[in-house]
């Protein structure tokens, strides 16, 4: 069964250090990969997606076939970035996702 | 645009009894979606409509579970009878295509079965 991991229930750091949330999967092919957010309050909502190489709110992520992973990464975290972060596997052929259990980013002053 | 409704944001019931959960997708919004997400785990998908008719309810338990859109627009997610690991939050999604990334999620509906 297709599986995507996030080993990190929580993660902090101080407010301007570098940031990085792990996720693997494992889907074996061409998979289109998906960094979802969920601040305090709000609904959950797409980041970034692997496909477009973007860079939102200074996340990136990059794709990394060799290892199967999919880490998103900030070099200067800020406090508003503290949130609830999902990476999910996406299937055009389904129109499915499926989510990772998900990590809470704190971000200290 | 509005977003995606769903009613009612909070509900307790004890274990047995019937409770149904209420969405309205962005107006538009061809698919739609019914996750549950257990605390401390990602959404995951129960049911996905493409206008009303069932795409995909492989994560469905049909035995207590059921989901309904009869007009193509709103949607009922149904669980009858509830058991004590119901005890989530059920968040519906809408997208204007069945692409997987453009989903836009409700506020969710948090279950609690006692």
């Known amino acids: 069964a297709q599986r995507v991991t996030q080993p990190e229930k929580l993660l902090s750091v101080f407010k301007g250090a570098p940031v990085e949330l792990k996720c693997n999967y494992s889907?074996?092919?061409?998979?289109?990969l998906f960094w979802y957010v969920q601040y305090s309050r709000q609904r959950l909502q797409l980041l970034l997606r692997?496909?477009s190489r973007e860079s939102i709110k200074g996340f990136t992520a990059d794709l990394n076939k060799g290892e199967t992973s999919f880490h998103l990464k900030k070099p200067f975290a800020q406090e508003e970035d503290s949130a609830m972060y999902y990476c999910?596997?996406?299937?055009?052929?389904?129109?499915?996702?499926?989510f990772g259990s998900g990590t809470r980013l704190s971000i200290r002053p | 645009e509005a977003g995606v409704a769903q009613s009612p944001r909070y509900k307790i019931i004890e274990k047995r009894q019937s409770v149904a959960f209420w969405c309205n997708p962005i107006?538009?919004?061809?698919?739609l979606y019914w996750y549950q997400q257990i605390l401390g785990q990602g959404p995951k998908l129960l049911i996905q409509f493409q206008n009303n008719g069932v795409v995909d309810d492989s994560q469905l338990p049909k035995d207590r579970f059921s989901a309904e859109r009869l007009k193509g627009v709103d949607s009922t997610l149904k669980i009858q009878p509830a058991k004590l690991e119901d005890s989530a939050v059920y968040l519906c999604a809408s997208s204007l295509d069945r692409a997987p990334d453009t989903q836009y999620f409700g506020p969710g509906t948090r279950l609690t079965v006692l």
């Open positions: 999910a596997q996406g299937y055009s052929s389904a129109s499915k996702i499926i």
């Open positions: 107006s538009g919004h061809a698919t």
């Open positions: 889907y074996s092919g061409s998979p289109e």
């Open positions: 692997h496909i």
